[in-house]
Every structure is written in C-alpha cells, then in structure tokens.
C-alpha cells in the first residue's frame, strides 16, 4: 500500500526538519564556538589585568631608579664634603691647583695630628702661602667655595714689604669615623 503524503504534512515534515538542522547546528556547531569566544574573551581580560600590572611595576621600577639615581648623588656629595677618610694627598693636590690658579705660591703644607671624636676624624692643617694681597683673597674664597668641609681655626697675613703678603693659617679638614 502506498502512503499518500499530504502537501501539508509534506511541508510541515520540510519545516520540522529544517529546525531540527538548525537546532542540531546551534548545539553542536555555534553553541561550542560561543563557548569558545566566552572563555578566550575571559583569557584576554586576565592578560590584560597581568599587563597593566607589570606596566604598573615597571613605572614603579622606573622611579625608584631614578630615585637610587638621586641618591647616588646625594651621597657622592656628602662623600665629597665629608669622605670616609681623610685623604690628604687628595687635599693637597686640591690646595696646589687652588694657589696655582689664584697665583699664590704653596710654601708649607704640614699636617699635624689627628683627633678622633666619637663620629668622625679633624686633622689638622698648618698653611704657609705668599703672594699679592689680591691673589690671598681670591685663594681664600677659592678654599670656602670647595665642597670639603674645612675649618679656618686661625689666619694671620703679615707684609713683606715688596708689595707681597704671606698668610699662615691652621685649618682642619674632616673624614667619617671609619672604624
């Protein structure tokens, strides 16, 4: 016996099976796919949460080598005004260059003792230069204006008669204690 189809049931058989395709295509084929975005789409904002926060660290990385930077300096110019040790050769190379270029003449350069104090180290200083009275004073605002803490305990400045002065002084110089 033969069935006999009705057009309608015909169509509604095509219609019925377009949506289940279409159902069966969502749930096998889309649905996964969306699951897929959602969950990469997730992966991306956490890597982006992990960017900024390295991006955050590096600016911070950033300032505090500049801020190491910063003190570095600040160090090497309190180890300037103040080093570790007395350094006296260095000092008197210093004086030298310093009565060379006021066009004063370095006679005596005698160091003295040491004294130990709790938390840092004077040695003491006895000078004997001669020159023009101008040339001691450019000499002596050459020596305030040098970053080494130095202390003029006495000055004494006697003329020679020829146009020409010499000027004793007895100064300390200091250092860190450094034991």
């Known amino acids: ?68 930077l910063i003190l570095r300096e600040e160090l090497e110019e309190l180890d300037m005004t103040m080093p570790e040790d007395i350094k006296l050769s260095a000092f008197l190379s210093d004086i030298e260059e310093l009565a060379r270029r006021s066009d004063v003449k370095l006679e005596i350069f005698s160091p003295r003792e040491v004294t130990k104090k709790e938390n840092y180290n004077k040695q003491a200083i006895d000078l004997l230069l001669s020159g023009s009275y ?35 002084a007895y100064l300390y110089i200091y250092s860190l204690d450094g034991e």
């Open 134 to 168: 101008q040339s001691m004073v450019v000499f002596l605002e050459k020596i305030e204006s040098m970053k080494r803490l130095i202390n003029i305990e006495s000055l004494g400045i006697v003329d020679r008669g020829n146009g020409d002065v010499e000027l004793e």
């Open 1 to 68: 016996m033969l069935f006999k189809f009705d057009s309608r049931v015909i169509v509604f058989s095509i219609i019925l099976t377009s949506i289940l395709v279409l159902l069966g295509s969502y749930f096998f084929a889309f649905r996964p796919t969306l699951a897929k975005i959602e969950q990469l789409r997730g992966d991306l904002e956490g890597k982006q949460l992990q960017l900024e926060e390295v991006n955050k660290s590096a600016l911070e990385f950033q300032e505090l080598e500049k801020e190491l």
